[in-house]
């Protein structure tokens, strides 16, 4: 009995959890409608207010999968019944103009008000008559085929359905078009801020030329204070659609950042602390540049003339740990 009372309980969970998406042809004819599914969650797809003598002019595509559909088999003659009385057969005419109906837009309409008056009928003390409750079997057998599934499946996030609907009646056409998308894995944001390099690992190293009465020689500074270095940054992180971390104030990820100094370019990677998505504070590694003496240059040799700063050193690339904050000028979302 537990095990019984164990399986209808978990079909139960299974059938709520699948979503339904319903293709409504009697709305937004001509126009693209977006919808979200939930990725990595079953659902099915249906199309209903398919006029049901025209099911034929229906072209449907599927650019996932397709789905082909059943051919409908409509209702002969001998179906109806025989010898109804005047009120059956003007019921009975309105189904038949059901059948002829060629727009979606009044298709339900006439449906609805169709069924209203049979439950009418049905629900009267008065109806003893069968034809009714033969008629109401005909409504729902029609009800039942102006509805099919046209896919049923999952999505991966960053994944969509594009389903695109057409047909052809009395030289009118019509078109619809669906598509199904799950919510993106994240997005990027960019930040722009200030980036101190502490030269840690690889310092400048600094040389000057000094007179020594008719030569000048060259020699090293031997300044022990850690010369910091700023320099403006734009930095770019990717901010993961994670719902469980989406409401939170501060959050934890991964940037690369680029110099916007023109003359001197720099690179950098950091781990980030994001507080709202727009105030961000960074601390990694960064590629920059730095001294060194040129390679015709050594300490300690003469020279005839003076030389600058400029002429004694050359750039090359150093890497060093950094600390910066950013901003990032727009809302949150």
Request: hydrophobic share 35%; with cysteine; proline share 3%.
């Given at each position: 009995?537990?095990?019984?009372?164990?399986?209808?309980?978990?079909?139960?969970?299974?059938?709520?959890?699948?979503?339904?998406?319903?293709?409504?042809l009697s709305k937004?004819?001509?126009?693209?409608?977006?919808?979200?599914?939930?990725?990595?969650?079953?659902?099915?797809?249906?199309?209903?207010?398919?006029?049901?003598?025209?099911?034929?002019?229906?072209?449907?595509?599927v650019e996932l999968?397709?789905?082909?559909?059943?051919?409908?088999?409509?209702?002969?003659?001998?179906?109806?019944?025989?010898?109804?009385?005047?009120?059956?057969?003007?019921?009975?005419?309105?189904?038949?103009?059901?059948?002829?109906?060629?727009?979606?837009?009044?298709?339900?309409?006439?449906?609805?008000?169709?069924?209203?008056?049979?439950?009418?009928?049905?629900?009267?003390?008065?109806?003893?008559?069968?034809?009714?409750?033969?008629?109401?079997?005909?409504?729902?057998?029609?009800?039942?085929?102006?509805?099919?599934?046209?896919?049923?499946?999952?999505?991966?996030?960053?994944?969509?359905?594009?389903?695109?609907?057409?047909?052809?009646?009395?030289?009118?056409?019509?078109?619809?078009?669906?598509?199904?998308?799950?919510?993106?894995?994240?997005?990027?944001?960019?930040?722009?801020?200030?980036?101190?390099?502490?030269?840690?690992?690889?310092?400048?190293?600094?040389?000057?030329?000094?007179?020594?009465?008719?030569?000048?020689?060259?020699?090293?500074?031997?300044?022990?204070?850690?010369?910091?270095?700023?320099?403006?940054?734009?930095?770019?992180?990717?901010?993961?659609?994670?719902?469980?971390?989406?409401?939170?104030?501060?959050?934890?990820?991964?940037?690369?950042?680029?110099?916007?100094?023109?003359?001197?370019?720099?690179?950098?990677?950091?781990?980030?602390?994001?507080?709202?998505?727009?105030?961000?504070?960074?601390?990694?590694?960064?590629?920059?540049?730095?001294?060194?003496?040129?390679?015709?240059?050594?300490?300690?040799?003469?020279?005839?003339?003076?030389?600058?700063?400029?002429?004694?050193?050359?750039?090359?690339?150093?890497?060093?740990?950094?600390?910066?904050?950013?901003?990032?000028?727009?809302?949150?979302?």
């Amino acid at each position: 009995m537990k095990t019984k009372l164990f399986i209808i309980l978990f079909l139960t969970s299974f059938l709520n959890r699948a979503q339904g998406q319903i293709i409504d042809l009697s709305k937004a004819s001509g126009a693209v409608q977006k919808r979200n599914v939930n990725s990595e969650e079953f659902f099915k797809i249906e199309v209903t207010n398919l006029l049901p003598n025209y099911l034929e002019a229906y072209k449907i595509t599927v650019e996932l999968r397709q789905i082909p559909m059943e051919k409908l088999e409509m209702p002969t003659e001998d179906e109806y019944v025989k010898d109804i009385s005047k009120d059956c057969q003007t019921l009975k005419s309105e189904i038949d103009s059901l059948y002829k109906e060629v727009n979606e837009e009044i298709f339900p309409k006439k449906m609805a008000n169709l069924k209203k008056e049979i439950e009418k009928k049905l629900n009267s003390k008065d109806t003893i008559n069968s034809c009714y409750f033969s008629i109401n079997e005909e409504l729902k057998k029609l009800e039942n085929s102006i509805t099919k599934t046209i896919w049923e499946g999952k999505l991966l996030q960053d994944e969509q359905i594009i389903v695109t609907i057409s047909r052809e009646i009395d030289s009118i056409s019509k078109s619809w078009t669906y598509i199904f998308s799950t919510k993106p894995r994240g997005e990027w944001q960019a930040s722009v801020g200030y980036t101190m390099i502490i030269p840690y690992f690889m310092p400048s190293k600094n040389y000057y030329s000094e007179s020594n009465g008719s030569n000048y020689i060259i020699k090293k500074s031997n300044d022990k204070q850690i010369q910091l270095e700023y320099i403006p940054t734009a930095f770019f992180s990717w901010e993961q659609a994670d719902t469980k971390c989406k409401n939170k104030n501060f959050r934890f990820g991964l940037s690369g950042g680029l110099g916007l100094d023109t003359k001197e370019i720099s690179f950098f990677s950091a781990g980030t602390l994001s507080y709202n998505q727009n105030l961000k504070f960074h601390i990694g590694i960064g590629a920059h540049q730095i001294n060194r003496l040129k390679d015709e240059y050594y300490e300690g040799k003469e020279l005839k003339e003076n030389l600058s700063s400029e002429q004694l050193h050359k750039k090359v690339f150093g890497v060093n740990p950094f600390v910066s904050v950013s901003f990032r000028f727009n809302q949150k979302k």
